[in-house]
């Protein structure tokens, strides 16, 4: 009898620890661990998204994965990845292990996600990008394909692509510059974040400014959450700059455009400015940030395609806010993710890749195909380009954010106009136009 009750104890135990050892996808529910800077903007978007993108995939069911149905269940991770990357990859680990999730999204500042993505390689867990910019979180896949395959970019297109629109960018708001104020050349001040994905950008501007007939006058590094500026901005009226090229991802967004905004400094910003892509941009500077210009994915009013606006509007109704580009997390849960698994029949890595790599599919803020570098290695970085991501240009102009690019645009001599419906005309700030028409 004891040898009967023994051997019932040990197999109990042995059928628990097959149990614990079967992978998240023999439960009952898909875990998904969201991991961002979650008392930023930028963290609370990815929450956000991911959040929005759960309620609605449950809401019809749940993923069919094989003969199974299973619903999202989100793990959220707070990197701090702002204050301390040890943080960030402390939250990565903890999800894994102790939560352990079978895929994460998020990610912000790239120091940060370059070491979180190695430790998400470390258990080979498929990692989407949505927020960090710099290639090398790309370029390690195609150097080191075994170990980074499971890395995928989600938003934005890396920074190479960034700072080609920003320049596409200046070169249209220079050409109404010389037109307006009458000026034979307008000169440009870049004022960027100290951050390394701020870095290659940058450089190439150093390049490409005097390529568009431009003069660069200076360049100005304040930290990415100064609280004070005013000696750059006087550097940068000293100057004699018409155009500041501005690279924030952080609050000294706001510290900038709030200062420069109640200087009336004579230039216009245009450029990158995270904290300018959001609806409370307008109240944080005080309204000192009108005509402000940036880079930005999302805007009430345009549309780049037939996703666009339910998305937005969804988003706006349920979190009361326009969406940031890090609320992306939505776009990777419902048009990419729960497609590939559903065509794969399962949640093992090795089956999605293959799928992820291939698929090409519209998402709210345009069509995701992933590129090969020129060697024909996966990169698993975004295309950039008309048919597939721009981004948007948009102008805060007297407490609204509107979209004023791209409005007419030509990707090369000959090819179509690009216009997203609800463009509207890009404003010169009159303090500026009364500077130089006296």
């Known amino acids: 009898m004891k040898r009967e009750v023994l051997f019932g104890c040990v197999c109990f135990a042995l059928c628990l620890l097959m149990v614990s050892a079967l992978p998240g996808w023999a439960s009952d529910s898909i875990k ?23 309620e609605e995939i449950n809401g019809k069911g749940g993923v069919q994965v094989g003969k199974k149905k299973m619903k999202i269940e989100l793990v959220k991770a707070d990197s701090n990845e702002f204050l301390n990357v040890t943080d960030a990859t402390n939250a990565m680990e903890r999800i894994i ?19 979180m993505q190695d430790i998400a390689m470390d258990y080979k867990k498929i990692f989407i990008g949505c927020g960090a910019a710099h290639p090398e979180l790309c370029t390690r896949v195609a150097k080191d394909y075994g170990r980074y395959k499971y890395f995928f970019r989600g938003t934005p297109f890396n920074s190479q692509f960034l700072v080609k629109t920003c320049f596409i960018q200046m070169a249209t708001v220079g050409a109404i510059l010389k037109q307006t104020l009458g000026i034979p050349a307008v000169k440009v001040a870049i004022v960027a974040e100290k951050a390394i994905w701020v870095d290659p950008m940058i450089e190439a501007a150093k390049g490409f400014i005097p390529k568009m007939g431009m003069e660069l006058v200076g360049i100005w590094r304040p930290s990415q959450t100064a609280t004070d500026v005013t000696p750059e901005i ?16 952080a609050s000294v ?19 990158i400015n995270v904290e300018a892509q959001k609806d409370g941009f307008w109240d944080a ?19 780049a395609n037939e996703l666009t606006a339910p998305f ?83 102008q805060w102009q007297d407490g609204k954010m509107v979209g004023v690019w791209p409005n007419k645009w030509k990707a090369a001599e000959g090819a179509p106009e690009i216009t997203y419906k ?6 010169v700030p009159p303090w500026v136009i009364q500077a130089y028409k006296k």
């Open 422 to 427: 609800g463009m509207v005309p890009y404003k």
């Open 97 to 115: 292990t102790h939560d352990k999730v079978d895929l994460i999204v998020g990610g912000f500042r790239t120091e940060a996600v370059l070491a």
């Open 285 to 303: 500077t005080k309204g000192m940030g009108n005509y402000v210009m940036t880079m930005n994915t999302y805007c009430r009013g345009v549309e």
């Open 312 to 394: 937005v509007e969804g988003y706006v109704k349920r979190f009361g806010e326009t969406p940031t580009y890090t609320a992306d997390t939505y776009t990777f849960l419902v048009h990419g993710l729960v497609p590939a698994v559903e065509k794969a029949g399962t949640l093992d890595a090795e089956k999605l890749i293959p799928i992820m790599e291939e698929r090409q599919f519209k998402t709210p803020a345009g069509t995701i195909k992933y590129m090969k570098d020129e060697q024909g290695r996966h990169l698993h970085d975004l295309t950039w380009g008309p048919g597939f991501l721009t981004s948007l240009g948009v």
């Open 234 to 249: 006087s550097a940068v009226q000293g100057s004699g700059a018409h155009m500041i090229f501005t690279v924030f991802s």
């Open 253 to 271: 967004g706001i510290t900038f455009a709030r200062q420069a905004g109640e200087l009336k400094v004579p230039a216009v910003q245009v450029g």
């Open 32 to 54: 998904v661990g969201v991991i961002g800077p979650m008392n930023f903007v930028q963290g609370k978007g990815h929450w956000n998204g991911a959040t929005m993108a759960a």
